[in-house]
Nanobody
Framework: QAQFVESGGGLVQPGGSLSLSCSVS????????WGWYRQTPTKYPMLIAT???????KYADAVEGRFTVSRDNAMNTLYLQMDSLQPEDTAVYYC?????????WGQGTRVTVSS
């Protein structure tokens, strides 16, 4: 089963940017579709960005035009570039397969957008 290590979160002011990374241990990384998810208190992780094995991307309306997902198959790594961050982007961010491996979540990386 794939394992995930997310990094890059932190505190940023509204309008700022952060770049997240996710190292994935999965021998089939290059042939799978992957997603970035975020979770706020009391809610299940919500899918916000998808990148397929062909490199196609899709975004939730809440982040469309501000976030960019990418992948490096040679490094088994996913990236999420987040620009124009707003307080409502505050959450714990996770990567996982799309659809996700239930029970297979990493520790996530916390993003806090606040002045």
């Amino acid at each position: 089963q794939a394992q995930f290590v997310e990094s890059g979160g932190g505190l940023v002011q509204p309008g700022g940017s952060l770049s997240l990374s996710c190292s994935v241990s999965d021998t089939m990384f290059a042939t799978n579709d992957w997603g970035w998810y975020r979770q706020t208190p009391t809610k299940y992780p919500m899918l916000i960005a998808t990148i397929t094995h062909t490199g196609s991307t899709k975004y939730a309306d809440a982040v469309e035009g501000r976030f960019t997902v990418s992948r490096d198959n040679a490094m088994n790594t996913l990236y999420l570039q987040m620009d124009s961050l707003q307080p409502e982007d505050t959450a714990v961010y996770y990567c996982n397969k799309e659809p996700p491996i239930l029970g297979g979540w990493g520790q996530g990386t916390r993003v806090t957008v606040s002045s």
